[in-house]
């Protein structure tokens, strides 16, 4: 028993700082970091940054939701200067029919149109893209098992009773297999999908396809779009996706640890003479 137990200690440290770092990559919004290299420094909304379901700009709530004659008339620009967080949605139609409608609202307030409710909702709707539903999805069941494999390792190091250690063990290696799983989808999702963000908000990808579902047309326009968006802005992965990276690494140890654990537990304890 003693050699689980002092195993027991490692991997206990393991998932907690595996969880640890999936927190805190879950909490901040440093995912993505999207800068315009073109706009003007007077453009609130030039640069933002991308968590798991929001973005955020550094400006003041004036220069965001107020337009600029409101600006030049009545409220000045640099008040309230903090960072704005919007959730990280995007314009859809309801119907293909209704495609151009919602392009031309989305293409006129492309940042705020879902917060501001510009649109009729009997043609267009705000949802997340895919990717984002699953990264999300991913992120909150690695966190919830993650809590319970922290749990359960308390457990596994304290008590003696064989046949609870004979699936104790196993099952917290299966969670583990799930959140490695887990934090390899969430990694590979976001890091498939980092000018999504770009494309849908500033050149309204999905929705053009929908107006113009000409062939040619949709050619064109992603061999253009790719230009517009390599020239006018760079997309950089944030400092939360390194905190992912790592809780996934420490989650390799403690799979490790946990199938050192099974074995240790098929051997006999070493006779003291």
Known sequence: MKRLERLGS????????????????????????????????????????????????YSSVAAIFFSQDQLNTSVPANLFITTICLPNQYIISNEVKYANYCLAIALNRSD????????????CKCDYTGSTK??????????????????????????????????????????????????????????????EDLQ?????????????????????????????TSVNYSVSIGWCFGMEILSLYFALIALIIYALMFQAKKRPEPKNK
Not at 28 to 57: D, H, M, Q
Not at 204 to 211: D, G, R, V
């Open 10 to 57: 490692v991997v206990f440290f393991a998932v907690t700082v595996s969880l640890v770092f999936h927190l805190i990559a879950m909490s901040f919004n440093s995912w993505k970091v999207t800068k315009c290299r073109t706009c003007g420094e007077n453009n609130p909304l030039a640069t933002w940054t991308s968590s798991i379901n929001e973005r955020c700009y």
């Open 200 to 228: 849908e908000l500033r050149f309204q990808w999905s929705l053009y396809k929908q107006a113009y579902p000409d062939k040619t047309l949709i050619d064109t326009w992603q061999e253009e779009l790719n230009n517009l």
């Open 112 to 123: 705020t149109a879902c917060s501001l409710r510009t649109y009729n909702p009997d043609y």
């Open 134 to 195: 699953a990264v999300v999805a991913m992120t909150v069941l690695s966190a919830l098992s993650l809590g319970i494999l922290l749990f359960l390792t308390h457990f596994v190091a304290l008590v003696k009773i064989d046949y609870v250690l004979r699936w104790l063990i196993p099952l917290c290696f299966g969670l583990m297999l799930f959140v490695i799983l887990s934090l390899t989808i969430t990694l590979s999702v976001a890091g498939d999908s980092v000018d």
